[in-house]
T-cell receptor, first 113, second 110 residues
Framework: DVKVTQSSRYLVKRTGEKVFLECVQDMDHENMFWYRQDPGLGLRLIYFSYDVKMKEKGDIPEGYSVSREKKERFSLILESASTNQTSMYLC????????????FGPGTRLTVL | QKEVEQNSGPLSVPEGAIASLNCTYSDRGSQSFFWYRQYSGKSPELIMFIYSNGDKEDGRFTAQLNKASQYVSLLIRDSQPSDSATYLCAAPAGDYKLSFGAGTTVTVRA
């Protein structure tokens, strides 16, 4: 079974802090994704990566950056957290050459005070 | 127009009934479609995918695809309270991404 893990289930940070969210997958997938999910707004893609050190902006990249130094790990960075970044953050991975099906981690509920 | 649209719901059905969820998509070139189930406070879980016209059955779930009409549906037969969740429809968007619908929340009344 594909396993995608995220570093924290719940996280509370203060405005202005630098925040790191980590995601690790164990199935050698090429592609990894970061989404945020808010009530009424659905899943919104922040960034994705299709290879090590490669990244592309999604629909809402402002205020975020990412890092992919190893194939299995994809990090989301909030350079200076703001209250409007309070959300559920979901990481996913997929294999190139399949039907694009994505497998999600358990999510990190981030609260910025 | 969004790439994937779901009927807004919410949908409330009695236990044992059939729940019917619909999804339309705009890209005629889409080849595969996915249904994810998401329990409250949890992450989406892939429950079905379909890439051929017609029906695909897996236990109490049936996915139906009609490429000519550009819709895909999910039927949940003999609905159980444990089926209460939000169901997301998704279709490929480009080489790597998926486009997700907004989701339909299903409540099964005991």
């Amino acid at each position: 079974d594909v396993k995608v893990t995220q570093s924290s289930r719940y996280l509370v940070k203060r405005t202005g802090e630098k925040v790191f969210l980590e995601c690790v997958q164990d199935m050698d997938h090429e592609n990894m994704f970061w989404y945020r999910q808010d009530p009424g707004l659905g899943l919104r893609l922040i960034y994705f990566s299709y290879d090590v050190k490669m990244k592309e902006k999604g629909d809402i990249p402002e205020g975020y950056s990412v890092s992919r130094e190893k194939k299995e790990r994809f990090s989301l960075i909030l350079e200076s957290a703001s209250t409007n970044q309070t959300s559920m953050y979901l990481c996913a991975s997929s294999q190139t050459g399949t039907f694009n099906e994505q497998f999600f981690g358990p999510g990190t509920r981030l609260t910025v005070l | 127009q969004k790439e994937v649209e779901q009927n807004s719901g919410p949908l409330s059905v009695p236990e044992g009934a059939i729940a019917s969820l619909n999804c339309t998509y705009s890209d005629r070139g889409s080849q595969s479609f996915f249904w994810y189930r998401q329990y409250s406070g949890k992450s989406p879980e892939l429950i079905m995918f379909i890439y051929s016209n017609g029906d695909k059955e897996d236990g109490r779930f049936t996915a139906q695809l009609n490429k000519a009409s550009q819709y895909v549906s999910l039927l949940i037969r003999d609905s159980q309270p444990s089926d209460s969740a939000t169901y997301l429809c998704a279709a490929p968007a480009g080489d790597y991404k998926l486009s997700f619908g907004a989701g339909t929340t299903v409540t099964v009344r005991a």
